[in-house]
Nanobody
Framework: QVHLVESGGGLVQAGGSLRLSCAASGRTLSYNIMGWFRQPPGKEREFVAAVSWGDGSTFYADSVKGRFTISRDGARNTMYLQMNSLKPEDTAVYYC?????????????????WGQGTQVTVSS
């Protein structure tokens, strides 16, 4: 079992930046996948980005490519999401998630553990 805790959300103006953190505990993350998802108001939860913990390979949704950067710190068992050039449509609750196994997937059902979420609000 992996325990995940997000932090770093808040209110920011359009064009601004935020960095989210996800601290993991409970088991080794090696050979597994960590990801960020978000759930805008009234909508389904959607994939944002993922990182392969072993080799650091990264994957992004088209909507955030070039603006968001996912990274991980193995020594701290912490994952980050640097969000730049934020838009009002990025407003959502952001969740970090853990997926067993080395293959990246972008569907909610493929992930085994979830954090509690952190609110990101982008004002226009």
């Amino acid at each position: 079992q992996v325990h995940l805790v997000e932090s770093g959300g808040g209110l920011v103006q359009a064009g601004g930046s935020l960095r989210l953190s996800c601290a993991a505990s409970g088991r080794t993350l090696s050979y597994n996948i960590m990801g960020w998802f978000r759930q805008p108001p009234g909508k389904e939860r959607e994939f944002v980005a993922a990182v392969s913990w072993g080799d650091g390979s990264t994957f992004y949704a088209d909507s955030v490519k070039g603006r968001f950067t996912i990274s991980r710190d193995g020594a701290r068992n912490t994952m980050y999401l640097q969000m730049n050039s934020l838009k009002p449509e990025d407003t959502a609750v952001y969740y970090c998630a853990f997926k067993r196994g080395p293959v990246v997937r972008s569907t909610v059902a493929e992930y085994n553990s979830w954090g509690q979420g952190t609110q990101v609000t982008v004002s226009s």
